[in-house]
């Protein structure tokens, strides 16, 4: 049986819009109204849908339709330690070199949080149990890291890759998989 994988981003939050480091919070109002227009598109009732545990994808699911999605803990959005709430330019005023090593370094945590390397092996590990268990169709709720995450896993492209591929506020992320291998068949935001 082939497996098809559908990773839908939250919906946008104060946080996005700051473009700060998230903490746990819901979509604002145009984030949640964007979801529900999307809920049409989101493909029909998937026969399994999943989210992560934080707020956010809560809120999200329920704006698509998806209320009875099942908290799963590795779709968790990265630990941004003492970074979370603040924009991406206070911590590079604050610490540029702990930004540095962050960009570069995939083990590096100089926010005390968890590394790059620790979100990649946790979404890799959560995307092959999906082939493994034969769900068939999964749609799954998640944050913009952990779905560039699988994206990096399911093309077996270096970490360095992760830098390279952007994902926004209800950016959809399709895979799926023979048997042998995983295929990306389709990376990007609503309207793209």
Do not use: Y
């Amino acid at each position: 049986m082939s497996t098809r994988v559908t990773l839908l981003c939250h919906a946008a939050t104060v946080a996005t819009g700051r473009a700060a480091f998230p903490a746990d919070e819901p979509p604002t109002a145009h984030g949640r109204a964007a979801a529900e227009r999307l809920a049409p598109m989101a493909g029909g009732k998937p026969p399994r849908a999943v989210r992560g545990p934080e707020l956010r994808c809560a809120e999200t699911s329920i704006a698509l339709g998806l209320a009875d999605a099942l908290v799963e803990p590795a779709l968790r959005d990265c630990d941004h330690g003492t970074w979370a709430g603040r924009t991406l330019d206070e911590v590079l005023a604050a610490d540029p070199a702990g930004v540095a090593a962050w960009l570069a370094e995939p083990d590096a945590t100089p926010h005390g949080g968890e590394s790059l390397a620790s979100v990649l092996a946790r979404s890799a590990s959560w995307l092959d149990e999906q082939a493994q268990a034969g769900h068939g169709r999964l749609v799954a709720i998640t944050h913009p890291i952990v779905a560039r995450a699988v994206a990096v896993h399911a093309l077996r492209a270096p970490a360095s890759v992760f830098w390279h591929l952007d994902a926004g506020p209800l950016a959809r992320v399709d895979l799926t998989r023979n048997g042998t291998r995983w295929a990306l068949r389709g990376f990007g935001t609503p309207g793209s």
